[in-house]
């Protein structure tokens, strides 16, 4: 009996320990709120601290419809740059939404990525996280090694709005948030560039894409609602951009509603209206990166996709005739994805996002000075 009494005790002292271990280690961390520091990236010129973690400014709340001002407070693109030499970061947040869809999953929808890069190297390495999907979110990085001086890139969740985040580290060491002063490159898509569907949200194409590049990257796709609408391209030729990418024809099909012309009108409209503060800025328009994909026995969606995209390219082909330089066509042959590359024959997964990401960037790099 004294031995199970013995036993028992040392147990609960031993499980005490732990957890005061734990708190210990909760309470040693200094936490930085990521708002507050004006720490966000990725997102336009008018965004203000009262819009929160949003993508679209308050302004735009009245002038857009519905489902674009729901989309647009989710935080895909958006991240954070910093310098630290924290041995650990804890991660904490609340989003507002679900944490997963049925065709992806809760890392991608919810989740965070970290990368890190030397300041002698351009290459991003990964920093895979210990992760917890509760009420509270949370995102554990640590037995990493890293070069001194290394700076670090947050993303936040593709497909869910951000309440609150905290960064936490040692109370003895340093951080500091990094800002990027260049003119960046501005991408307005559908669900595709929002980042479905992407396994973690360092792999949605647009920020993929964005570590080959020292330029910003603002993503302002809206899944299913990437329409070239009048208030989004308004907001989009305030900023002094390096490029304009229009990767909105995956939303652009052609229906009973939205005719043939009605597509060329839009497509006209979008570089007109970019145009009109930007005469020579590159503007890239794509094709629907599913459509003349090999392998797909989907004849209706394979028709469809062809011919949104066949009516873009020639609109594309007609501006460019009639002056325009500097608008650049990108084809679905250019991106490449196969019969692996989707989930459902138009959201890519981690591979289409790869070759997406490698197509937009040979061509970024030969058209940005």
């Not at 890069?117 to 917890?132: D, E, L």
């Not at 260049?182 to 570590?211: D, E, F, H």
Request: with cysteine; proline share 4%; net charge neutral.
């Amino acid at each position: 009996m004294f031995k199970l009494f013995k036993y028992w005790k040392e147990s609960l002292l031993g499980s005490l320990f732990c957890v005061l271990s734990i708190c210990g280690f909760a309470q040693e961390k200094k936490w930085h709120n990521i708002l507050q520091e004006n720490a966000l990236e990725g997102r336009v010129s008018a965004i203000k601290a009262e819009d929160g973690y949003a993508r679209l400014p308050l302004s735009l709340k009245n002038e857009v419809r519905e489902p674009v001002w729901n989309l647009g407070q989710d935080a895909a693109g958006v991240y954070v740059d910093f310098k630290t030499n924290a041995s650990s970061i804890v991660v904490k947040y609340k989003v507002n939404g679900g944490l997963n869809m049925p065709h992806m999953p809760s890392t991608g929808v919810s989740g965070l990525d970290l990368y890190a890069k030397s300041s002698n190297s351009n290459q991003w390495n990964w920093i895979t996280g210990n992760y917890s999907f509760k009420d509270t979110i949370s995102y554990t990085f640590q037995n990493y090694v890293t070069e001194p001086n290394s700076t670090y890139r947050l993303y936040l969740p593709l497909y869910n709005s951000v309440e609150w985040m905290e960064l936490g580290i040692g109370e003895n060491d340093q951080l500091e948030f990094l800002h990027q002063k260049t003119k960046p490159i501005i991408v307005y898509g559908t669900s595709i560039a929002q980042g479905a569907c992407a396994s973690r949200p360092g792999l949605g194409w647009t920020n993929w894409m964005g570590r080959n590049f020292d330029e910003e990257v603002v993503n302002l796709a809206f899944s299913g609602n990437g329409r070239l609408e009048q208030p989004i391209l308004d907001l989009i030729k305030k900023e002094d951009a390096s490029v304009f990418i229009l990767d909105c024809v995956p939303n652009l099909g052609i229906t009973a509603e939205r005719t043939e012309e009605k597509l060329i009108g839009l497509i006209v409209n979008a570089v007109k209206t970019i145009r009109s503060e930007h005469p020579i800025t590159p503007i890239v328009i794509a094709a629907h990166s599913s459509s003349q994909v090999p392998g797909v026995l989907n004849k209706k969606n394979t028709d469809g996709y062809n011919l949104s995209s066949a009516i873009a390219e020639k609109t594309v082909k007609e501006l460019q005739n009639n002056g325009d330089k500097n608008l650049y066509w990108l084809t679905s042959k250019e991106i490449g994805l196969d019969n692996s590359s989707t989930v459902d024959y138009a959201h890519p997964n981690d591979l289409g996002m790869e070759k997406i990401a490698a197509a937009y960037t040979r061509l970024l790099q030969k058209i940005i000075k």
